[in-house]
């Protein structure tokens, strides 16, 4: 059974910083892109960064480019979103999710087709 399991989310003051993972299982990650979404309450879900399957390729949004960081450790079969100089615009529930055929639309939402459960972060002083 194909799963993610997103996790390390919480409250965090503003500038501060989280290092969010999703684990996977059922399948090898590395066959798959993998993307980090996002959604605050009254907004659409949007992507924030993804990696492309085998290459390694990463690619974020603009509104958190030179922040956040993604990463993939094939040993663990996980990938992670390292987030720093966190905003209180970042505050949202963070998604995870995969699909194995999405290359160059990473980012967009409606390429995948296996989501994770979401993990919330918090940004606030």
């Known amino acids: 059974q194909l799963q993610l399991v997103e996790s390390g989310g919480g409250l965090v003051q503003p500038g501060g910083s989280l290092r969010l993972s999703c684990a996977a299982s059922?399948?090898?990650?590395?066959?798959?892109?993998i993307g980090w979404f996002r959604q605050a309450p009254g907004k659409e879900r949007e992507g924030v960064s993804c990696?492309?399957?085998?290459?390694?390729?990463?690619y974020y949004a603009d509104s958190v480019k030179g922040r956040f960081t993604m990463s993939r450790d094939n040993a663990k079969n996980t990938v992670y979103l390292q987030m720093n100089s966190l905003k209180p615009e970042d505050t949202a529930v963070y998604y995870c999710?995969?699909?194995?055929?999405?290359?160059?639309?990473?980012?967009?939402?409606?390429?995948?087709?296996?989501w994770g459960q979401g993990t919330q972060v918090t940004v606030s002083s």
């Open positions: 999710a995969a699909d194995p055929l999405v290359r160059r639309l990473c980012l967009r939402k409606w390429s995948y087709v296996y």
């Open positions: 059922g399948f090898t990650l590395d066959d798959y892109a």
């Open positions: 990696i492309v399957s085998r290459d390694g390729s990463t």
